[in-house]
């Protein structure tokens, strides 16, 4: 089965840029969707399509996606960002196609 | 305003069953694969089922296939999944989560329904 690598954690301080990798097999061929969770709360989509922002998101949210990495980018980090995010993509050669990242807690220092 | 209202958690003993129901408006059913996704406490997110828009295309992750079974009714607005032979390691928060294609991104989530399986 497909598997999607994430760093545990991340740390940045207010007003630096974080990113977050997520590593997969070609991941590039494939489209990536991101995820912030805030603890008690359900998930909100925040980057689909690898780079694509829902309305609403702030500009501040952005994504890339290439060969064995797609990166979620956060420019000018606020302590309201401080949460886990996850990435997902479709694996659809099989049996079970959704697929998540294990998750990266973003700290804001 | 889309709105995802999951019910039908709780405690339950190993091996029994539980129903848990995902009721939607605020966006056309009928068009949106569905999905159930949980959490176990302090871990990350598992994807657990999906059903396509008129009910076929319907896959499951290893870890339920043959205990459970999704299913949707698109006159009701609503998502279900039948859990038997519940284990231990099934205690989650239960989300339903709406997409609009069956490879696209979980647009919207319901706000879970906490299931645990303890004897």
């Known amino acids: 089965s497909y598997v999607l690598t994430q760093p545990p954690s991340v740390s940045v301080a207010p007003g630096e840029a974080a990113t977050i990798s997520c590593g997969g097999n070609n991941i590039g061929t494939k489209s990536v969707h991101w995820y912030q969770q805030k603890p008690g709360q359900a998930p909100v989509l925040v980057i689909s399509?690898?780079?694509d922002r829902p309305s609403g998101i702030p500009e501040r949210f952005s994504g890339s996606n290439s060969g064995n990495t797609a990166t979620l980018t956060l420019s000018r980090v606020e302590a309201g960002d401080e949460a886990d995010y996850y990435c997902q993509v479709w694996d659809s050669g099989g049996d079970h196609p959704g697929v998540f990242g294990g998750g990266t807690k973003l700290t804001v220092l | 305003q889309v709105k995802m209202v999951e019910s039908g958690g709780g405690l339950v003993k190993p091996g029994g069953s539980l129903r848990l129901s995902c009721v939607v408006s605020?966006?056309?059913?009928?068009?949106?694969?569905m999905n159930w996704i949980r959490q176990a406490p302090g871990k990350g997110l598992e994807w657990v089922s999906h059903i396509g828009a008129v009910g076929s295309m319907i896959k499951y992750a290893d870890s339920v296939k043959g205990r459970f079974i999704i299913s949707r009714d698109n006159s009701k607005n609503s998502l279900y999944l039948q859990m038997n032979s519940l284990r231990a390691d099934d205690t989650a928060v239960y989300y339903c989560?709406?997409?609009?294609?069956?490879?696209?991104?979980?647009?919207?989530w319901g706000q879970g329904t906490m299931v645990t399986v303890s004897s």
């Open positions: 399509y690898d780079s």
């Open positions: 605020g966006i056309t059913f009928s068009d949106h694969y």
């Open positions: 989560a709406a997409a609009e294609y069956g490879s696209g991104s979980l647009d919207y």
